[in-house]
């Protein structure tokens, strides 16, 4: 299995997850959610017969403080030439205006580390500019019209609020290569607040009765001569960052996750 597309596995995950959008009061709920992995039975996979594991989501400040992203991935493929073990890390802090942003990111394959992305972003007149020293050390100038992560998260909660059916954004998160963009295509289902069938996770604290979006997101990377996107994410987004019902469609292959836990961490006071 290439190492690159175990780190996926880490751009799918952070996409749970500000923005110059104050006007329109967000709030994301600073929270620990956990999801069980499994291969999705129900979509053809080559050359993979299971999977098994489990993310651990933690997201926590507000658009005063930033926000910052802990995440760890253990995924377990069983494939026709054996077991694949994948330990994904990332550690993110984004400002509450995205115009800065620092990540690391991990990604060990049976126990040896195959890559890492370690760098800041700053965004200035030019738009978003890389400094990394891992994979090497580089600069490179993404233009003015990249996302950050929580940026991203935001415009989509924005858009699902309006009604909007679809958002195209090009998007940047320090994975795999800090240096990568891709250009996104998300398409945004009705709002529904029905709780037939939701795990109980989505249903207790803050969650209970909260309205809901269904979103599938296609990646592109930028630049690539392809129409089929590289993976296709699909998601119910709650109105406050939190997501359930996971599916990460890697073409090859596709995966389920599950929410098993939820619990809202403390959140401090923000005027904005």
Not at 121 to 147: F, M, Q
Not at 162 to 168: D, M, N, P, R, S
Not at 177 to 197: C, H, M, N, W
Request: net charge negative.
């Amino acid at each position: 299995m290439p190492s690159a597309r175990s780190t996926r596995l880490a751009v799918a995950a952070l996409l749970l997850g500000a923005s110059s959008l104050p006007a329109l009061a967000i709030q994301l709920t600073p929270h620990r959610a956990t999801y069980a992995v499994s291969l999705d039975a129900s979509a053809s996979a080559t050359r993979i017969n299971a999977a098994e594991g489990r993310i651990v989501y933690e997201m926590r400040g507000n658009a005063c403080s930033g926000y910052s992203v802990q995440l760890r991935q253990d995924t377990v493929l069983a494939t026709e030439g054996g077991r694949v073990n994948s330990a994904v890390s990332t550690a993110t802090w984004e400002d509450g205006e995205a115009k800065s942003y620092r990540f690391r990111v991990t990604n060990a394959v049976n126990g040896e580390s195959s890559e890492e992305a370690d760098g800041v972003a700053e965004r200035g007149d030019k738009g978003l500019v890389v400094t990394a020293t891992k994979p090497e050390d580089l600069t490179v100038d993404l233009g003015k019209s990249v996302l950050l992560p929580t940026q991203h998260v935001l415009r989509l909660i924005a858009s699902a609020e309006k009604g909007e059916a679809v958002l195209e954004a090009s998007v940047f998160d320090g994975s795999p290569d800090a240096k990568k963009v891709y250009d996104t295509l998300a398409v945004i289902g009705r709002e529904t607040s029905d709780t037939k069938g939701l795990e109980q996770a989505a249903t207790s604290a803050d969650l209970a009765g909260r309205p809901r979006f269904p979103v599938t997101i296609s990646y592109y990377e930028r630049g690539g001569a392809s129409d089929t996107p590289d993976y296709v994410i699909s998601f119910d987004m709650f109105d406050n960052g939190v997501s359930r019902k996971l599916k990460l469609d890697y073409g090859e292959f596709a995966l389920n996750g599950t929410l098993i836990s939820y619990e809202a961490l403390p959140q401090e006071a923000c005027a904005k």
